[in-house]
Every structure is written in C-alpha cells, then in structure tokens.
C-alpha cells in the first residue's frame, strides 16, 4: 500500500513536467488572440443532475472537447480524436479475425465495456461485433464511436470518474457525453485525405453539416460524412512461403502478388464508411420543448486473413490463397423525447431505440471437405451475422428547494427501463459445412440463437450547497436485471473551495456492470493454418465441463480525491488521484488446449464435443476460449491537467496545457481455478499481462497551439510509457516478454485561414515515423524453426500508438 501510494506521488509531480494541448477554439483555423483558457466557461450536463454547472466548478474530474480539438488530429476518427486528446484513454491500433473491422478504446486501462457512452446525456447502444481473440481489449462490445460523425459534435464532456449510481451500468470507468450540433443556420463542409508514410491506409473523407430552420422556433442539425480507408501491411515473411521443401512442392507460391510476402495479416483492414446525422429541437412553449436526434450507417470492410499454401485447394488456388473476412454492417439508433416544466418540477421523458447488425462473410476461400466430398465448393460464404439491440425508455424529474442553504438543493430522480437483445444468425450450409469455410467457419446451428434481458431501475439525486463554498451531490440507484437479479449502488461527491484559487473536490462511490450478451451467449470457431479454437459460452453446456457456469455481474468500488487551482484568470490546474477495485471482472481466459500442445485438459476436448463444433482434421493444435468471472483487480492512478493561455503582442498567443495519467493495474485475485482444466489454468500469464501491463502506466502529452494572424500551428508531443506483454507460439508451452519501450510521438499541423469561408491545413500524426518495438525475437525464432505462421506477426498488436508508423494529410473546411 505505502509503495503504491509513493509511486502515485512519485506520478503526479513527473506529469507536471509534461505539456499537452486540446485547447477549445471555433471552427475557423485562427482563433481570437485573447481567447480564453479551452475549458473555463463551458457549462457541463454530465456527473451532475444540477443546471448551470460550469466546468470550473465541477465536483468530479470533467474534460470538455469542443469540435475544433477533435478535427485537428488528423484522421477524422472520433476514436483517434479521443485518443488523441486523453492521456486516460487508450484506442486499439489491430485486431484479431472480427474484432480488426471493429476497433475499440478504454478508458484507465478498463475494460472498453467499463467505459459509458451517451449521447445528447441519453444511453447509446452497443456494437455486435464482440471481440474475442486475446488482447487488452478483448470481450469489447461498447458503443461504436465511429458511427457518429465528428462533423456532426458540437463538443464532447468525459467524465473520468465512476458513476454508476447516476447512470447504471457500464459507468464504472467514466463517462463519454457527445453533444451534437444544434445549429438553425450555416454549415461546414470538410474534404481530408492522408495516408501511411510507409504505404498503406490511404483514407479519404468527406463531410458536410448545416443547420436549417424548419419552422419557428425549431433547429435541425443535418450531417453527412463518407470516409474510406485501404489496407495496410506492416508484417514479416510467412516462414512457410520460404521453406525449402514448400517451395519444391508448391512452386506456383512464385506467382502470388509480392512473394514472399504473401501473408497480409498484420495490418488495417479496408473499409468504406457512410453515415448520417440528425439533430433537431423545437420548443414548443417558452417551457416545453420536443427533441429527436438519429445516426444511421453503414460499413462494408474487409480484412485479410492468414495465407493458405497452394495444398488446401490446389484445383481452385494452384498458387494459394488468402481468404477475406468480410463485414456489411448497418447501424441505427433514434431518440424521441419531450421536455416540460410541471409545479416547479423540470421533467423529461424520452425513448431511445439503436440497433446493430454486422453480417459476417469470406471471400477467396472454399470449403476444403465441401470439395472433397462433392467436387464443389463457393468461394464465398455467408459465415452468419450477429445482431444487438437496445431499448431505454426514461422519466427524469428534478427540482430546486430552498431549505435556507447558501444555494437551492437539487432534488432529482428518475426511473427507467430497458431491453437488450443479442442474436447470432448461422451461416449457410457450405460455410458450416464440416470444419468450414478456410480462415472463418460460418456460425453452426449451435453457434445461433436469440437472447433477451429486461431491466428496470430507479435513481434519486440529492445536490446543493449547505455554505457558499461547500457542495455535496449524493445519488443512489435501484436496478433489477430479469437474468441476474438486483443491483444497489450509490454515490457521494463534494468539493469544498478554500477560495476562489483553490479547490478539494472527492468521491467516494460503488458501482457494477452487467455482462453484455454477447459476453454470455457468443459462440464461434477461431481457425488458422496450425489451429482451430472454440469459443464457448459461458451459459453453455460445454462451459460446465471446464467449470464455468455463466456470468455474473462485475462489482466495484470507486475512490477519488482532486485539487482544483486557478492561480490566474488564464491559468487552470486540476490533479485528481483514484483507486477503482473491481470483483468478478469478466476477462476472457488464455488459450486451453485440448490437444496438440505441450500441454492439455481431457476436460476441453470433451466441451467441444459438447458444444457440437466440427474442428478442421489438418491442424495441429485444438482448443476452447472462454468468458468468466476470473479477477478481482485493482487500479490506482493520478491525472493531471493544466491550460495556460498566453499573449505575446505581434507574436501571436499560444495555448499551453499539460494533459498526464499514471495508471498501475494489478490483480489482486483469482476467483477461478476449476478442477477439470488442470495442468492448465484459466487465465495464462498472457491473459494476466493483457490486464495489468499491456497499456503503459505513464502517459504525458505536450504541446502547444500557436495562433498568429491567419495561421495556426498545433504541435503534440505524446510520450507512452513502457508496455509489454507475455506471449507464447501455438501449442507451445514456451513463454516469451514482449516489450515496448518509452516512446514520444510528434504530432504536427500547419492551418492557414484563407477568407471568411476556406482554410487549409496540412499535418502529420507521428511525424517521425516511429514504430514500437518487435515481437521478443525468441519467441519469432520458434516459430520460424517450427514453420509456424504466427511469425508473420513481427510487431506487437498492443502498441498503444499503432504499427503503421507516420500518417500524413492535408484537410480543406468551407463554412457558410
């Protein structure tokens, strides 16, 4: 406890020596000179059920992101934009089969799905597509952030501190508010083009906001953004495309595109985005108001898989094949609501519907037992489809009562309910057939099925000021889930200010997260070349087998303590400390053979059968993956943010901040060690180094916005702290440290405001062109030795900053 709490503070006074910029500014390339501090002013609506609250006298750790912060990262990625701007916030660079089409982020090295997000401070929902293979991100299904366009955001607010109480599950991380536009008049029209310094992800992207006036009294904020981005390829040679026998045998490997590098796996997959945008309000009275907001997309995408040698299916691939994963994905969501003033009492009811469906498929591949046994065998394949679904209908009351405190107390409540659905639609029969299509078997009869939760939860906020300089906001919160049962949480926030230059600002709350369903009913088979791993349920028959009996939900508890300073008008500094303990974290297990490996459980090799799956006879190593209350884990961490703004005559102003996060992760306890799986263990060292050391503890950002005349210059310098990860070969039971060292990199661009309407800007993310450190060379030498595929991976998938090294674009904005 003493060591943790001296790194901690050891923490805290390094970041101060750390400079990061995301400074608020308008739409136009230069701002005024005498613009203020980015956040000072701006009221906020997330982590309190108060009016009025501006960030600078917030009780909880509040960061704003106006829009201008979120376009000047470069890629026009919402993601990338957070990742940009949030030391706390981390965005996966690759992924593995699925989870590469769909890429997700966490905030304070939680899990994605600790981390809420919300829209216009209504629930978006969840994404389909469950990562599954291995990784720190593995089991993400949250709300897919790159289906709101950040053309159509007016700002964002990340609430980074629990807040369970006040908004139900998933919150136990943080909280992501997404305000969008509500403009009735002009627009913005943007075209941005970049790509890899190094070859690869050519993006281009184009977006367009205007707001209308429909009629009296009534916005709509209409956006339309279309965005392609094309592969990329930052892996080594496949040692089976160069091995002497495979070469005799399979001469035609010759004649592939760019031999030998024919395994395209490691790297962007290629997709081509659309999606739309609608915001609209009418106020109807002077005390009522109707409001609606709507994103709908689609993504079509593709990403290679593993290289197949010409002896899969030399009559259809004489010369090898790579097959495609492919993804058609449409994804909707609408809120409807009406707000009103009622005996003093300001009410709001709202319904809120999304929907996501990604259909699965596989291109240049084939059914190696289809053709065997017929003769025959497509070479595409539908591999199934998953579907996600949520339903929130809320009420939400709140009043100010004047008790004869310094300020009104702010009595809110609420009540909500919900409904969640998760489906898996199985593939058609030739995918399914046997062991299945090559590189992704479509989902069997066993895989599909149709799952349903209801919930139903109530809340009451307690907030006022007792004394001028004393505020305290309590909240408590009922949920009763119809698959799990009941869950009590609650919240005391306060913040005491000594003066107007100082500030003590603490929590202390408890909170919990459901498991998703896709976390509880998912079901598939992972191949490769060498490999075919199940992915079981938790909920099914087979899970019993290796001792795993369904999910239930994480617990935690929240702890924070802040000091607010505002020394001068154009100077502000917050450092906040916290510890976020979490019982019966879900995280998903490490590889469990079943056979084939140096290492085995009987136990595992009976699940399958269970489970009715069909593995490919060719490969060598068999085995199950699975979902489970495994951990207790602990996270302790200190941020750090400053915003200095300064004038310098004819030299322009510049924009300071400080933006830093020390985050330590540790597991504290292991919950399962099931008897049937023995010698093997749920959790392997790559599962427990996945949670505590594959996110760097050490973050700092630093940077400057330099602002003169009609030019902007915007410079971040990100520095990453150490990473690693343990990693073994495939059925090997041979263990191998991966790290990645401290790295800093640049981000620059140049704006220059043409008139009133055009600005250009030119830029560079990772100016440099700085990679991470490879994959632990032990580790490739046994897999080159054992001709194993796996050696084309040459740079670790968990790099925080990416494997593609530098990206460099040029952007056009046309505002009317």
Known sequence: MHKATLKIGVAAVLSTLAFSVYAAEDDTVAAPADAASPNVGAVIVTGTRSSGIKVENSASPIQVLDSASLARTGQPDLIQALAQNLPSFTA?????????????????????????????????H????????????????????????????DHIEVLQDGAAAQYGSDAIAGVINIILKSNNHGGTATANGGGYSDGGGRTLDGSANIGVE???????????????????????????????????????????????????????????????????????????????????????????????????????????????????????AFTGGYKTKAAGWNIDLSSTYGRDKARIGVADSGNVSLFNDTGFTPTVFSAGAFIASQLTTTLEASKEFDIGWAKPLNIAGGIEHRIDKYEIEAGDEASRYKEGSQSYPGFS???????????????????????????????ARYEHFSDFGNAKVGKFTT????????????????????????????????????SAFVQLAPNSAGAKLVGVDGLKPERSTNFSVGLVL???????????????????????????????????????????????????????????????????TRSRGVEFVTTLNERYGTAGSVDWSIAANYNKVEVIKINQVPAQLLPQTL?????????????????????????????????????????????????????????????????????????SAWSLAVGANNLFNTYPNGINPGMLAEQRGNNDNGAVTVLPSFSPFGINGGYYYARANYKF
């Open 92 to 124: 996966q660079a690759f992924g593995g089969d699925a989870a590469n089409l769909t890429l997700s982020a966490r905030l304070r090295g939680l899990s994605p799905n600790n981390t809420l997000v919300l829209i216009n401070g209504k629930r978006r």
């Open 126 to 153: 969840g994404t389909a597509n469950l990562a599954v293979l291995g990784g720190p991100y593995q089991g993400g299904a949250a709300a897919d952030l790159n289906y709101i366009p950040v053309s159509a955001i």
């Open 214 to 332: 429909p009629f009296q009294d009534a916005f709509l904020s209409l956006t339309a953004e279309s965005k392609y981005h094309g592969y990329s390829d930052r892996g080594g040679i496949d040692p089976r495309v160069v091995d002497p026998a495979n070469v005799a045998l399979y001469p035609g490997m010759f004649q592939e595109p760019g031999y030998p590098h024919v395994n395209k796996i490691q790297g962007d997959a290629q997709y081509h985005l659309s999606v739309v945008a609608a915001n609209f309000g009418w106020d109807i009275s002077p005390d009522s108001q109707l409001y609606a907001f709507a994103t709908a997309g689609r993504k079509e995408a593709r990403a290679y898989e593993n290289y197949r040698l010409p002896s899969r299916l030399p009559k259809i691939y004489p010369t090898g094949f790579s097959p495609k994963e492919t993804m058609k994905e449409e994804d909707f």
């Open 445 to 475: 009869l066993t895989d599909a099925g149709s799952h349903r939760r209801t919930n139903k939860a109530a809340y009451l906020d307690f907030a006022g000021n007792p004394i001028a300089d004393l505020t305290l906001d309590l909240a």
């Open 495 to 530: 913040r005491y200010d000594f003066s107007p230059v100082v500030a003590l600002r603490g929590t202390v709350s408890n909170g919990f997260r459901a498991p998703t369903l896709a976390e509880s009913y998912y079901s598939a088979t992972n191949v490769s070349p060498g």
């Open 566 to 632: 505002n020394p001068a008008s154009n100077l502000s500094m917050t450092l906040d400390a916290y510890q976020i303990t979490i019982r019966d974290r879900i995280v998903g297990s490490g590889a469990l053979n079943g056979s084939g490996a140096d290492v085995v459980s009987p136990a595992v090799v009976a699940a399958i059968k269970a489970n009715g799956n069909v593995l490919d006879s060719s490969v060598t190593t068999t085995g199950i993956n699975i979902f489970s209350n495994a951990v207790n």
């Open 683 to 755: 959790l392997d060292r790559t599962a427990i180094s996945d949670l505590e050391t594959a996110s760097p503890k050490m973050r700092l950002n630093l940077g400057a916005l330099w602002k003169i005349g009609n030019w902007t210059v915007n410079l971040r310098e990100a520095i990453y702290g150490k990473s690693s990860e343990w990693q073994h070969p495939d059925g090997s039971s041979n263990y191998y440290l991966t790290k990645i060292a401290t790295k800093a990199i640049t981000d620059l661009e140049v704006g220059y405001k043409l008139n």
